[in-house]
């Protein structure tokens, strides 16, 4: 596609719920990036994703979020047993190769209620 | 642990001026420094890309400058118009580890009065 996209775009969830968070990169970007954004505060590094491999997952805060690019192309961002603290704008970019500028997609808008 | 900080956090101008939007950031081993745009609601545009080599880049009325060694760098606008408003972010990527992430400053929130 032309750009990065996010889908949903907003999502509202119950606390405790599981939800699931869809990236379509840029075609041809082997790179992917998560980031979630808090209210107020610049966007912090979640996960990045070299081809269909994770090669840095140290930015998730704990094991209730987890992330897969099965065929190196799309990703989903997972979180079980949602929190009220997970409530933020979910980012997700591609680029070409590593090193390369970043294209962001417009974000999942999660609300945990 | 690299730490990025923009000042100011808000600022109001006139249609028509020139202004300087700040970042610093604690460590100086980077391996660029982006600035990006984020309007209300929306993902981020990236305005301009340094590699730790540049010592800044242009385009049009933007001009970004990096000075890796004091951990600066500025994002100047010439003749500030009403579409500029919108929330500005600075970005490093560290250069080691093989690290890819960014770590971005909580941004500066310009307003463009007409």
């Known amino acids: 596609g032309a750009g990065v996209s996010q889908t949903p775009s907003n999502k509202v969830t119950e606390k405790g719920k599981y939800v699931e968070l869809r990236c379509d990169p840029i075609?041809?970007?082997?790179?992917l990036y998560w980031y979630r954004q808090s209210l107020g505060q610049g966007p912090e590094f979640l996960i990045y994703?070299?081809?269909?491999?994770?090669?840095?997952d140290s930015g998730l805060p704990n094991d209730r979020f987890f992330a897969v690019r099965p065929e190196g192309s799309v990703s989903t961002l997972k979180i079980q047993r949602t929190e009220r603290g997970d409530s933020a704008v979910y980012l997700c970019?591609?680029?070409?190769?590593?090193?390369?500028?970043?294209?962001f997609g417009s974000g999942t808008r999660l609300t945990v209620v | 642990k690299q730490e990025v900080t923009q000042i100011p956090a808000a600022l109001s101008v006139p249609e028509g001026e020139n202004l300087v939007l700040n970042c610093s950031f604690t460590?100086?081993?980077?391996?660029?420094l982006q600035w990006f745009r984020q309007d209300p609601g929306k993902g981020l545009t990236s305005l301009l890309l340094?590699?730790?080599?540049?010592r800044e880049q242009t385009s049009g009325r933007l001009n970004a400058s990096l000075d890796k060694s004091s951990g600066r760098s500025t994002l100047y606008i010439a003749a500030s118009q009403p579409g500029d408003s919108a929330t500005y972010l600075c970005?490093?990527?560290?250069?080691?580890?093989?690290?890819?992430?960014?770590?971005f400053g909580k941004g500066t929130k310009l307003t463009v009065n007409p």
């Open positions: 970019a591609s680029s070409l190769a590593p090193g390369n500028g970043y294209t």
């Open positions: 075609s041809g970007h082997t790179a």
């Open positions: 994703f070299q081809g269909t491999g994770a090669a840095d």
């Open positions: 460590d100086s081993a980077i391996y660029n």
């Open positions: 340094i590699q730790s080599s540049q």
């Open positions: 970005a490093v990527r560290g250069a080691s580890g093989g690290s890819e992430k960014l770590v």
